[in-house]
């Protein structure tokens, strides 16, 4: 993880007034593009405090922050002698959300099946910083990023941090591996002209020497985890969005493989058979998981693999299908075909204690909406604690992150609020005021803070 003691060499300080951060360089250098936790002592003065590994809500407590990390969480509101106080009385505070599940380098639009045409990686690449902003002000401080066109992401990750732009901290699939003419295809509908036969080194792989080669090629690559499509999906423009698209035996060469490099393998899936050889193939993660049954949802509790359900991207997609031209016809049929289904889903994997992680397939809607999972978590009949420790310790959990999903003494100091008690009233997690990251303040009283850059 990011170290700050690096950044030493530049002395920054805080001014705090009305509602606005001012940031101030002391001393003989300014800090040329990283954003720097501020030199000193900073404490936040919370009316409440999620202790997301207990489940509870405490009352008031000090958040006390030193170089990036948490230092220490004291009972009621004692800022430090000589700490910046940030007053957050009216507000929750929790630890930084993460998002287990988005695709930062791109985002839905009518014309998006006509931009890929026209568009080249670069057109994503700047698009992409945007929404890597947007995502961060939602207070999405981590994210998995699960497939890009062109490893694009690994720049946007590169480049947030360095600090050029703001953005979550992201962990990278790079592309995403498929067979061919499945969903991680991106020749799928195209004419046979302009189509052409994709190979490993592409993330299309068959057989298990592909399978291994192609996780080779991402580590290669500087990626962090590995993204397999072993089942259909419903934005690309193949018949089904649910038939199983790889063997077992790839699978397990996959798995195997990733394990060898240090990966986590995330499996987006639909169909009960292609979550099943996932699953036996040993994935980490099911993501969507549409068509899971009670055998799926029991191989997934005995192996220990989490379940990523995205509802918000079925809810949208059901919804956008409807709008004549918005897709391509198959795809608008296999989005009202299963993007209604997913919420169901998650309550009953819910049931089946089933391990969940947040996750949202952040660019099927558009970014930094992606706190409305909560509210359809919530409706899937999860209890709000549940959702928002599956958005921290248990998406840290599935991320391999240890310093990550609490607020608790020697962690990262991600930081998020909001104005009342998200246990009572779940539609808050989309007011978020408050954004700190390693330490740096990107939003205060639900106001960007630019200057952090
Ligand atoms: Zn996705």
Known sequence: ??????????????LL???????????????ADAPTAPGGITALLCGHLIDTIAGKVLGESTIVIESGHVREVLNGLQAPAGAT????????????LIDAHTHLTGQTSRTEYVDRYHWNVADNAIRSTVYARRTLLAGFTTVRNLGDGDNESAALRNAINAGIVPGPRIFTAGKAIGTTGGH?????????????????????????????????EHYKLGDDLIKIMPSGGVLDEGASGENSQMTLEEI???????????????AHAHGAEAIRRAVIGGVDSIEHGTFMDAEDMKLMVEHG???VPTIIAGDFVARQAKIPGYYPPTIARKAQEIGPLIQATAGRAYKAHVKIAFGTDAAVYPHGQNAHEFELMVGAGMPPMFCIQAATVSAAALLRQKDLGS????????VVAVPGNPIDD????????????????????????????
């Open 184 to 216: 991680a295809d991106p020749m799928n509908g195209l004419n046979q002209e302009l189509s052409r036969d994709l190979g490993a080194v592409d993330g299309i792989i068959n057989g298990t020497d592909d399978a291994m080669k192609a996780v080779r």
């Open 252 to 266: 397990r060469a996959i798995v195997s493989t990733a394990h060898d490099y240090g990966f986590a393998v995330a």
């Open 407 to 414: 607020v608790t003494p020697g962690k990262i100091a991600d």
């Open 305 to 307: 693999t989490y379940y």
């Open 426 to 453: 779940i539609s808050l997690m989309k007011q978020v005021t408050f954004v700190m990251k390693d330490g740096v303040v990107y939003k205060l009283n639900s106001v960007p803070v630019d200057t952090a850059l």
């Open 17 to 31: 007034t009305a509602g606005f951060a001012v940031l101030l360089s002391v001393g003989l250098s300014v800090a």
């Open 1 to 14: 993880m990011r170290d700050f003691s690096w950044s030493n060499r530049t002395i920054t300080a805080r």
């Open 85 to 96: 106080a940030i007053d957050l009385k009216s507000q929750t505070c929790m630890p930084g």
